[in-house]
């Protein structure tokens, strides 16, 4: 049997609610289910079931951003205390900060691939931002659309250390013409 606290709709009301109030602010859907899926008892129907009704009832709602706790579900949260073990707070603590940490990371990171007008050719577009500037930004032709994919996917998923390999390229000290020729 699989270890963790979730027993029931109301242990995953709580442990939603309790991720809701931790965070502190809109998580969407797909973030907040990471964090409750770390309570290993717990599973997807029962989590969507448990947070149609919060929100149904008035203590969760669901905004352009995402699902916030209400005064109502945080004043209920507050009334009933520690229910939820402390492992399973905080491995939901947890989860929840890596799945926001995660998503935060992704939305710096752009990619696309785009055939070229009249030729065989793809443009793949990569860029990086720092949540508020571009930092770099790489276009790129390619031959086919699986290589621009493959692109796409490698800097996804490396984005930073390929901006560092970049810069390191760019001011590192390259010899000059003559002194390859005096080195022959």
């Given amino acids: 049997m699989a270890q963790g606290y979730i027993r029931s709709k109301a242990d995953m009301k709580f442990l939603i609610l309790f991720i809701s109030d ?52 945080r004043s209920n949260f507050y009334a009933l205390g520690k229910v939820l073990p402390h492992s399973v707070r905080r491995n939901a603590q947890n989860a929840a900060t890596r799945a926001i940490a995660s998503a935060q990371r992704d939305a710096c990171i752009n990619t696309s691939t785009k055939k070229r007008e009249g030729t065989n050719h793809y443009t793949t577009q990569l860029s990086l931002s720092d949540g508020q500037t571009e930092i770099l930004s790489l276009s790129l032709l390619t031959v086919k659309a699986e290589q621009g994919a493959d692109m796409e996917a490698n800097f996804s998923r490396n984005a930073e250390k390929i901006y560092l390999r970049i810069l390191e390229a760019l001011v590192d000290e390259y010899p000059q013409k003559d002194e390859e020729e005096d080195n022959l």
């Avoid at 129907?45 to 109502?72: H, P, R, W």
């Fill in 22 to 73: 931790v965070i502190g602010e809109a998580m969407r859907n797909e973030i907040l289910l990471q964090a409750v899926l770390s309570d290993e008892c717990a599973d997807y129907f029962t989590y969507t079931e448990a947070l149609t009704e919060l929100c149904a009832d008035g203590f969760m709602e669901e905004g352009s951003n995402g699902y916030v706790i209400t005064e109502k579900g």
